[in-house]
């Protein structure tokens, strides 16, 4: 899986930069997180991992609290998650994942932005052939054998393993029902989770010339800017 962890790595570089659009993104995982599971992170291990993915976003501690509280308020409506499936220009596969309120202006953003920039929107599960999705883990590597963390891992549902040279970490991946039992077993052998979460990973990439991949990073920028949007995934190289 080396050219998907690559395609990971590049693709988080940018979007993790994005301070302000990183922090509205964990405070609707965590609304969405206390709305299933309730706000006490001890019992609620979905809740625990996103706690741990602001940690690792630099996200203060205060505002933090500041979202399990306002979730656990009546008033704080829920958000749902929506993802939607399209094509930009180049032929290239896009799966956009939101987090709204509101279906109908969501949907009609997205609708505008692909209109506007050459893409198209495509109907719900056309593309689930060109993605896999992962259960994504990172843990620091020193003092920990890969090859024996590895073997461990099978019996929970982890597939993979890749060394992150730049951070020094090991990254995870696992099949994407194998989230909660991947993460028991991390916390019961007392690994420091840096990082928890899902990825959808594509299983074929296409190249495309300077320009054409100019006009597709347009498209993506323009969706990754809407307040509604979580993720963007895509298959180009």
């Given at each position: 899986m080396g050219r998907a962890f690559e395609y990971r790595k590049a693709r988080k570089m940018k979007r993790w930069g994005q301070m302000a659009k990183t922090f509205t993104r964990i405070g609707k995982d965590i609304v969405m997180a206390v709305k299933s599971g309730g706000p006490d992170p001890d019992v609620n291990g979905r809740l625990r991992a996103i706690i741990q993915n602001a940690k690792a976003a630099n996200m203060p501690k205060e505002n933090v609290d500041r979202a399990i509280k306002k979730a656990s308020s009546k008033d704080q409506e829920d958000y749902k998650e929506i993802v939607y499936e399209a094509?930009?220009?180049?032929?290239?596969?896009?799966?956009?994942?939101?987090a709204t309120d509101n279906h109908n202006r969501t949907v009609a953003n997205v609708r505008?932005?692909?209109?506007?920039?050459?893409?198209s929107l495509g109907t719900q599960g056309m593309l689930d052939f060109m993605f896999d999705r992962k259960s994504v883990f990172r843990i620091p590597a020193d003092g920990i054998d890969q090859e024996e963390l590895e073997l461990e891992l099978i019996d929970v549902g982890g597939d993979d393993i890749e060394l992150d040279d730049e951070t020094n970490q090991y990254v995870i991946y696992g099949e994407f029902t194998a989230f909660g039992s991947i993460q028991k077993f991390l916390e019961e052998k007392a690994y420091e989770i840096k990082q928890a979460e899902f990825e959808r990973i594509p299983n074929d990439f296409k190249e495309l010339t300077d320009d054409e991949v100019a006009d597709v990073e347009k498209l993506i920028e323009r969706i990754e800017e809407d307040d509604d949007v979580q993720m963007v995934y895509h298959n180009m190289k």
């Open positions: 094509y930009a220009p180049h032929g290239i596969a896009l799966v956009i994942e939101t505008s932005y692909l209109n506007k920039l050459g893409g």
